[in-house]
């Protein structure tokens, strides 16, 4: 794949609090092929269970810091990518190089690279709308679902609260990132909400945050048939197929996944228990992800109850 990216120094990423993990980076992903994609790999190789957490918009691994450490506590291996164009990994500057394809055969790629099995899907937004797809290429893989604030890309009709922001991030071709996270989440530090600022240095590293909400198929409104097709695909599966432990935490205040969206999403996962109702939670549901990865686990019997 010859695309134009560029590479963040890595020198914007010493010392974030609260992440102390090594970067792993892989190069010759079939149909990536120079192109550069970090993700960390925490715990041991041979661990029962590997928990993949897939970040979402505008995001990177980074989201999971909190998460992590209680999956690691438990005896999981831990992999935590990034998508192209956010983080760690490589930035294609053309908007157009963005599609879902694109970033769900990454994916695949990764995984299948990495040959992770038992796999625990963790996932929010983005994460969650190509993540749950997955399991329709490669269903031996995947184990276990801890499902936040996400949808199905089935060309569903998007919320009031999601227009507004496909709106604008199309108007903000240089959003501040670090900016919109506290914004979200009041409680975050200066420090952390530069640590989702390091990844892009200016406007040009921007091209996958000002893309990912045009990526959301709306039915009428020009979305890709094969996208919608998939997206139902791995609704039925999950509904019909999976047959895995489960667990779900909703951010009760995000105005674009909230309860009601996730209300829908826990009718099409076969054997989903009553969600974890985070309370004053916004959509960046992992930013106080560490009780919602002990209830998991302890639901699991991974690890006992707090």
């Given at each position: 794949m010859t695309l134009k990216a560029l590479r963040t120094p890595d020198t914007r990423f010493n010392d974030l609090p609260g992440w102390p993990y090594a970067p792993h980076y892989v190069?010759?992903?079939?149909?990536?092929?120079?192109?550069?994609a970090h993700f960390i790999d925490e715990g041991p190789r041979d661990a029962v269970h590997t928990f993949l957490c897939l970040h979402g918009e505008p995001s990177w691994a980074y989201l999971f810091r909190k998460m992590i450490p209680v999956f690691l506590q438990s005896g999981a291996r831990v992999i935590a990518p990034d998508f192209f164009g956010f983080g760690r990994s490589d930035k294609p500057v053309d908007d157009a190089a963005y599609t879902f394809a694109f970033h769900r055969d990454y994916l695949l790629a990764l995984i299948r690279r990495l040959d992770l099995t038992n796999?625990?899907?963790?996932?929010?937004?983005?994460?969650?709308?190509?993540?749950?797809?997955?399991?329709?290429?490669?269903?031996?893989?995947?184990?276990r679902l801890l499902i936040m604030n996400t949808?199905?890309?089935?060309?569903?009709?998007?919320?009031?609260?999601?227009?507004?922001?496909?709106?604008?991030?199309?108007?903000?071709?240089?959003?501040?990132?670090?900016?919109?996270?506290?914004?979200?989440?009041?409680?975050?530090?200066?420090a952390e909400a530069?640590?989702?600022?390091?990844?892009?240095?200016?406007?040009?590293?921007?091209?996958?945050?000002?893309?990912?909400?045009?990526?959301?198929?709306?039915?009428?409104?020009?979305?890709d048939e094969a996208v919608m097709t998939i997206g139902?695909?791995?609704?039925?599966?999950?509904?019909?197929?999976?047959?895995?432990?489960?667990?779900?935490?909703?951010?009760?205040?995000?105005?674009?996944?909230g309860p009601p969206v996730m209300t829908q999403v826990r009718q099409s996962i076969h054997g989903c228990p009553e969600p974890l109702m985070l309370e004053g939670v916004g959509h960046f549901v992992q930013e106080h992800g560490e009780p919602l990865a002990r209830a998991a686990l302890a639901a699991w019997g991974d690890l006992p109850a707090a």
């Open positions: 190069d010759d992903l079939p149909g990536y092929e120079g192109l550069r796999v625990t899907l963790v996932v929010q937004d983005w994460g969650g709308l190509l993540g749950l797809t997955l399991p329709v290429s490669e269903p031996g893989r995947f184990a949808a199905f890309p089935t060309g569903a009709e998007p919320t009031p609260g999601f227009l507004a922001w496909r709106d604008y991030v199309a108007r903000t071709p240089d959003m501040g990132v670090g900016a919109l996270m506290q914004r979200s989440d009041p409680s975050m530090s200066e530069a640590a989702y600022d390091a990844p892009f240095p200016d406007a040009s590293y921007k091209a996958g945050v000002r893309r990912f909400p045009q990526l959301v198929p709306v039915r009428g409104q020009g979305a139902k695909a791995a609704q039925t599966w999950w509904r019909n197929e999976f047959r895995g432990q489960s667990f779900m935490g909703v951010g009760v205040a995000d105005p674009v996944l």
